[in-house]
């Protein structure tokens, strides 16, 4: 099985090195650099491609415009969020920047390898205890009141699934153009700037077409 490529990007020296040490030390895992600024995240991400850059907000530069011009460039890496901030609103900014995982440094160190597993299989994981905050933030009150057409109620629902664009239109009878188009309406509508955001913003909303579900088991609690 082939290590997952991680970068760590951290302005905390001896908290660098520590977590390059350990995780230089554990199978399946291959760290390929580091770095203590948003400039050289930035340059981590073209140079060195790894497949997860594990980033602290606290640091040199803008974290969060560092995150979306990282997805820009390589929008194949998948970002965590590694930092003391437990503000509510600074993990929604993070995630709807584009990182897949926000896991608060007062966790394990298992917590950070589960992050790195969960958003490897494509989903988000934020530090539990802390993503009950903000799904609630993300689902009320005024998220609870936004109106959905049926039509998009139905994709909401497949997105909750983890259905692609194609498999919705393929379930739907719609083209793919079609399912883009109504993806780009929802993240206008739930004021998000993309799918994971679109993700957490419609969970917990009351949606016809959509069943009950267990957050535990749509990966966002892990």
Same mark, same amino acid.
């Given at each position: 099985m082939q290590a997952v490529s991680v970068a760590f990007v951290d302005d905390h020296p001896t908290l660098l090195e520590g977590l390059r040490a350990i995780f230089a030390r554990r199978n399946g895992y291959k760290v390929v650099a580091t770095g203590g600024c948003c400039e050289i995240a930035l340059d981590i991400a073209v140079t060195h491609k790894p497949d997860i850059v594990i980033l602290d907000l606290n640091m040199p530069g803008n974290a969060f415009e560092c995150i979306r011009r990282m997805r820009?460039? *390589?929008?194949?890496?998948?970002?965590?969020?590694?930092? !003391?901030?437990?503000?509510?609103?600074? *993990?929604?900014? !993070?995630?709807? *920047?584009? !990182?897949?995982?926000?896991?608060l440094k007062g966790s394990s160190l298992e917590s950070l390898t589960e992050a790195i597993d969960a958003v490897m299989a494509g989903e988000t994981y934020i530090t539990k205890g802390f993503a009950t905050k903000v799904i609630a933030a993300l689902t009320s009150p005024q998220g609870a009141k936004i109106k959905l057409s049926a039509r998009e109620e139905q994709i909401v629902a497949l997105l909750l699934e983890s259905r692609t664009n194609r498999e919705m239109a393929e379930e739907l009878h719609l083209s793919e153009k079609t399912i883009k188009n109504y993806m780009s309406l929802l993240m206008q509508k739930l004021k998000v700037r993309n799918r994971v955001g679109l993700v957490m913003a419609a969970r917990g909303m009351p949606l016809a077409s959509a069943p009950s579900r267990d957050l535990e088991r749509i990966g966002l609690l892990n």
């Open positions: 820009n460039l *390589a929008p194949e890496i998948k970002i965590i969020v590694f930092t !003391a901030s437990s503000g509510i609103n600074h *993990a929604i900014d !993070a995630l709807q *920047a584009g !990182a897949s995982g926000y896991v």
